[in-house]
């Protein structure tokens, strides 16, 4: 988990930009870094992956996109980054290349629902050497764990990037809010003892695993 140093119900910190200038730095500092990062939305990805451009050629950058997305909807830059199928046998529709061929890029950019296609096509857990969640404050807990667990192993670094005190996950059945998926899988565990930032632990957590995670 990242914070940022300004107050935490506050707009704009910078995590965003932050998860971006981290994906960069851990791709450079290691030819091994695979790094998949996931956001509940289309429009959260597409902001990340076009922060991505200048650093990553088309061959290490992918913004993998759902077979029912538009391509209209899609800014141009990104589309080089995207595998677009329009060969004829069927309708045209994004998709992904071959296996071999994901997984020889650096960065896969998707929606946290999205994130369940590597392994669907075969990929295995602990390919990518950290999945990160941006926007995990607005996420289900379903959601965040679809990438989590179906990719992660024991050595995955998992970073949830989020504000758990500013718009939650909305939710629009009432059984599920009663059940408590209002509440999203950032939030739960800030609300642990770990990360209580009154008694000074959670704030010395927090750090601890911002250093792991870059020296990672």
């Given at each position: ?176 809010t009663k059940l408590g998926l209002e509440l999203s899988y950032i939030e739960r565990i800030m609300a642990r003892p770990s990360y209580d930032q009154s008694a000074g632990h959670g ?14």
């Amino acid at each position: 988990m990242i914070q940022n140093s300004r107050p935490i119900d506050s707009p704009g910190t910078g995590k965003t930009v932050t998860i971006v200038e981290a994906i960069i730095q851990l791709t450079k500092k290691n030819d091994n870094i695979r790094i998949l990062a996931c956001t509940p939305s289309n429009s959260a990805a597409d902001l990340i992956a076009s922060r991505l451009i200048g650093s990553f050629r088309t061959d290490e950058l992918f913004r993998m996109y759902a077979p029912s997305k538009d391509i209209k909807e899609v800014p141009d830059a990104l589309r080089a980054y995207s595998y677009y199928c329009e060969d004829g046998s069927s309708r045209p529709c994004f998709s992904i290349p071959s296996m071999a061929t994901m997984m020889n890029y650096r960065v896969v950019v998707s929606t946290l629902i999205s994130a369940s296609i590597p392994s669907g096509i075969g990929i295995p857990r602990g390919h990518f050497s950290h999945i990160i969640i941006d926007e995990a404050g607005q996420a289900t807990e379903p959601e965040a764990f679809v990438s989590i667990k179906t990719l992660a192993d024991p050595k995955t670094n998992i970073v949830l990037s989020g504000d758990p005190k500013q718009l939650g996950p909305i939710i629009r059945s009432g059984i599920a809010t009663k059940l408590g998926l209002e509440l999203s899988y950032i939030e739960r565990i800030m609300a642990r003892p770990s990360y209580d930032q009154s008694a000074g632990h959670g704030r010395r957590h927090v750090f601890l695993l911002v250093y792991l995670f870059v020296a990672n």
